[in-house]
């Protein structure tokens, strides 16, 4: 499967998984980056791999989820840190909702990336 294939079955992978979750609240923060899409690299690497092997990329879905999710956690509390104004062009979590919220939605994250296998 082509990489732009894997990319959009991905992205739709994740929105559904999102939907369940309130786009507002603990959880604005959350879509907001997720909407920001990067490369998605670690999640298209868990599909191709799955696929490689012979299996079902919706087999491999939730760890996708779950890497895709663990590591925008990680670049949320980052740019807290590092006080970025930017990531990937737009401005950071903290700049649009605050440090308290992005602090909360970056630990809401890990929790859904654990919920998601």
Do not use: W
Request: net charge negative; proline share 4%; hydrophobic share 45%.
């Amino acid at each position: 499967m082509s990489t732009l294939t894997l990319y959009e079955k991905f992205s739709a992978g994740l929105n559904k998984f999102l939907s369940e979750f309130p786009s507002d609240g603990l959880y604005a923060p959350i879509h907001y980056l997720l909407n920001i899409h990067g490369k998605r690299i670690r999640p298209l690497l868990a599909l191709s791999v799955c696929e490689a092997e012979g299996s079902s990329i919706e087999k491999a879905m939730p760890a996708a989820i779950a890497v895709e999710l663990f590591h925008n956690f990680t670049l949320m509390h980052d740019d807290i840190m590092d006080k970025a104004p930017l990531r990937r062009g737009q401005l950071t979590v903290h700049k649009v909702y605050g440090e308290d919220a992005a602090i909360l939605s970056g630990d809401a994250m890990f929790a859904l990336a654990s919920i998601s296998l």
